[in-house]
Nanobody
Framework: VQLQASGGGLVQAGGSLRLSCAASGRALSTYAMGWFRQVPGKEREFVAAISESGGSTYYADSVKGRFTLSRDNAKTTVYLQMNNLKSDDTAVYYC????????????????????????????WGQGTKVTVSS
């Protein structure tokens, strides 16, 4: 599956952006999706994850209450709505997909979160840059 991330840009602190992660080549209905971000010189940071159905989400403490993850499996797109942006949110944002099949499917969402946070996804988008000016 190919992933295309978009929606990044320059925004003032307190503003909003919506990132999209569109898939091609395969339906996303069996994939859990995650977003990570990275600042040059720093390690990649987990941001949020959403289950295959979209019924369950999980957020890093740093974005909880400000970011909302949703998905439209019919349109094979995942959205990351980012509100009340802060300068610390400045980074390149990447979306990733993980097929939830076999042993992973038996884990359940709570147990799966650790896998999602680890970020060993077989599929990644190219990244979209978000810059928040203070």
């Amino acid at each position: 599956v190919q992933l295309q991330a978009s929606g990044g840009g320059l925004v003032q602190a307190g503003g909003s952006l919506r990132l999209s992660c569109a898939a091609s080549g395969r339906a996303l209905s069996t994939y859990a999706m995650g977003w990570f971000r990275q600042v040059p010189g720093k390690e990649r940071e987990f941001v949020a994850a959403i289950s295959e159905s979209g019924g369950s989400t999980y957020y890093a403490d740093s974005v909880k209450g400000r970011f909302t993850l949703s998905r439209d499996n019919a349109k094979t797109t995942v959205y990351l709505q980012m509100n009340n942006l802060k300068s610390d949110d400045t980074a390149v944002y990447y979306c990733g997909a993980m097929a939830i099949v076999g042993p992973l499917k038996r884990l359940g969402w709570t147990a799966l979160i650790s896998e999602m946070k680890r970020g060993d996804y077989p599929y990644w988008g190219q990244g979209t840059k978000v810059t928040v000016s203070s």
